[in-house]
């Protein structure tokens, strides 16, 4: 028995070493790995941050998760070494449940959620009974039933903080609309099914929708803006500073403010809007 136990433990530390050892395998400093959402979110790091990150002797490396679940959780255990695919809200939430210690770096501009629909044509035309599916996590629940609510759709109890509101918390809907809340990288596939989806703009833009065939499109606060984030520990370390540096480049906001691309459409963080306020007053001033 003693010997099985002494075996049972020596595998159980091996295992442990070769998940640590795996776990890290990617710790080259001058390698970044990115996790991302689908969406326009990989294509903005490999077109816009890549170049000038590669230019600074990093090579940069892509990986794509299918939910808003893992990238944050392949970061805080290592697999990763930034993520772009959350909002600053969600963000907050999601690491203060798990208890993970990540850092904000930086706002990026950001596709906005939308009311989608290929029965309808004008939000006017929904009636009792039809079906609006929405994000069932509850950071972008409470988002979408704000949206909602701002299209007089629907209200929310007052008594409820609006940042937390679920569909239990909705005070009238006088249409008599069905909310339907799901996965939000399956909302795209529902719109065959159901009158409207609240889609966000990240898996509109994977799923082939165009942002500007919304029925309606929310304007963002800034704390439904994404984010670059890092693991806190690595927060003040060269290639985090380099990321922010690259993000304010004059490189970057060219390839954002291309008409020719996507991000043209994306509504800007309060800091790139300052900035290029200042750069119209100022031709030298470098954003």
């Not at 490396?61 to 299918?66: G, I, P």
């Not at 939430?93 to 950001?110: E, N, Q, R, S």
Request: glycine share 6%; net charge positive.
């Amino acid at each position: 028995m003693g010997l099985r136990h002494s075996f049972r433990a020596a595998t159980g530390a091996l295992l442990l070493a070769c998940g640590l050892q795996l776990a890290h395998a990617g710790s080259d400093p001058h390698t970044i790995v990115f996790g991302v959402a689908p969406g326009p979110y990989g294509d903005m790091v490999k077109q816009a941050i890549a170049p000038s990150l590669k230019e600074k002797g990093y090579k940069v490396v892509v990986r794509e998760f299918s939910d808003y679940v893992q990238p944050n959780m392949a970061l805080a255990n290592g697999s990763i070494d930034a993520n772009l695919f959350q909002h600053s809200l969600y963000f907050e939430k999601f690491t203060a449940d798990k208890g993970l210690k990540l850092t904000k770096l930086i706002t990026v501009p950001t596709a906005g959620m939308g009311l989608y629909s290929r029965k309808i044509k004008s939000v006017d035309e929904l009636k009792k009974g039809d079906i609006i599916t929405l994000s069932n996590d509850p950071t972008n629940l409470a988002r979408g039933l704000r949206f909602l609510q701002s299209l007089g759709l629907i209200t929310i109890k007052e008594n409820i903080d609006p940042t937390k509101a679920s569909e239990r918390d909705i005070a009238s809907n006088p249409k008599g609309l069905v909310f339907k809340p799901l996965e939000a990288a399956q909302l795209p596939r529902t719109l065959d099914g159901v009158t409207a989806s609240l889609v966000n703009g990240n898996f509109a833009i994977a799923a082939g929708l165009k942002l500007s065939t919304a029925l309606k499109q929310e304007q963002l606060d800034e704390n439904l803006k994404n984010i670059i984030a890092v693991r806190t520990e690595d927060a003040d370390k060269p290639f985090a500073n380099d990321i922010v540096t690259v993000v304010k480049s004059p490189a970057y906001a060219a390839v954002i403010n291309d008409p020719k691309n996507i991000y043209n459409a994306f509504q800007q963080p309060d800091w790139m809007t300052a900035a290029k306020k200042g750069f119209a007053a100022c031709p030298r001033f470098v954003y």
